[in-house]
């Protein structure tokens, strides 16, 4: 295998694991952080470490994004994501080759396109595709596992509009394993590691619901819950329930739904996730009886015609 060079802008959890991956995997990897603590536990634990970017006298090389996207109510805050993208911006325009810039942070679709492709962009005076290959590539490690979970990936996401972007990724990224997937849209990615977070919170607040309700009844949730684990089809099956644009229907799913809904109003619990997810399907119901509607009024002229 041949080693890459590569730079980690933001040397945080994700960023460190990502770098020591990469290092023992045997490649050339410099980590950059603008936090003096941070830089001093890195230098302590033997890794090259810089408070700015430079590209000088580089080869061509990865540079991971990996910095913070913290929320401010219900926002993110992309400033951190501004500051290093300036940063890349300034550094690429004093380096004759062609580096990929490689956005590994959680962040909104289209901030790869958006922020990072413009500011860097302004900066260096180059085009993205041409002077540089840009790219996402969402990290899906867990916190308490970083390292291991860099190193034994069980998803790898790549996307850029550049084939030839995807292509250097994944010639870095393949030897770790895992099932690896290409998009052409890097919001499609940036979608990808949303959806998976929102996912895994949506399933542990309908869990902590339902504990509320079976505490107030005096149940033991545990083995309840490790039971509808393996009985629900959406625990079990991964195709189901993933096609949206299509309500649920039928006799069960909507009578449970609005029923359990009363029966926990009864003991004084409230549900609001149950009421929202009610509330969502009536929406899809509207949504979807509109579309309908208006595709038949579409074919109805040409009909009459006929
Ligand atoms: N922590 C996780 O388990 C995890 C897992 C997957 C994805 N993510 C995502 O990865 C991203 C990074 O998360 P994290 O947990 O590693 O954050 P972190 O706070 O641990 O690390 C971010 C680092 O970036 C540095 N930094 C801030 N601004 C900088 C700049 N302009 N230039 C250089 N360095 C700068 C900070 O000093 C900090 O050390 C976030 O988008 C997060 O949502 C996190």
């Keep these: 295998m041949q080693s890459s060079r590569i730079f980690i802008v933001g040397s945080g959890v994700v960023g460190t694991a990502t770098g020591e991956g990469l290092l023992a995997a045997g490649h050339d990897v410099t980590f950059i952080d603008t936090s003096a603590a941070r830089v001093r536990e890195l230098e302590a634990r033997g890794h090259d470490v ?138 499609e990615a940036e979608f990808v590691k949303c959806s998976h977070n929102i996912f895994n919170a949506a399933k542990i607040s309908f869990w902590n619901e339902m504990w509320l309700v079976a505490r107030e009844v005096g149940l033991d949730l545990d083995p309840i819950a490790a039971t509808v684990a393996k009985s629900a089809e959406g625990s079990i099956n991964p195709q189901y329930g993933i096609r949206g644009g299509a309500p649920y229907g039928g006799v069960c799913l909507p009578k449970d739904t609005c029923g359990f809904l009363g029966y926990a109003k009864e003991i004084g619990v409230d549900m609001p996730l149950l009421r929202a997810v009610v509330e969502v399907n009536e929406h899809l119901e509207k949504v979807v009886s509109h579309e309908v509607e208006a595709a038949t009024k579409q074919v109805v002229p040409g009909a009459d015609r006929a």
Excluded at 76 to 102: C, E, I, M, N, W
Excluded at 123 to 138: K, W
Excluded at 173 to 185: M, Q, S, V, Y
């Design 50 to 187: 810089r408070t700015e970017l430079d590209l000088t006298g580089e080869p061509e090389s990865f540079i991971f994004l990996t910095l913070p996207t913290p929320h401010t109510g219900y926002e993110y805050d992309l400033r951190a994501f501004t500051a290093g993208s300036t940063s890349v911006g300034k550094a690429l325009a004093t380096s004759p080759v062609q580096h990929t810039v490689v956005v590994r942070s959680t962040v909104p679709p289209g901030t790869t396109e958006g922020l990072v492709r413009t500011v860097i962009e302004e900066h260096s005076g180059l085009v993205a595709g041409e002077g540089f290959g840009l790219a996402s590539n969402p990290e899906f490690l867990r916190a308490v596992s970083a390292a291991e979970d860099f190193r034994n990936p069980w998803m790898t996401v790549i996307a850029s509009r550049d084939a030839k972007t995807v292509q250097r990724l994944r010639e870095l990224l393949t030897p770790f394993g895992g099932d690896l997937r290409t998009f052409a849209n890097p919001a």
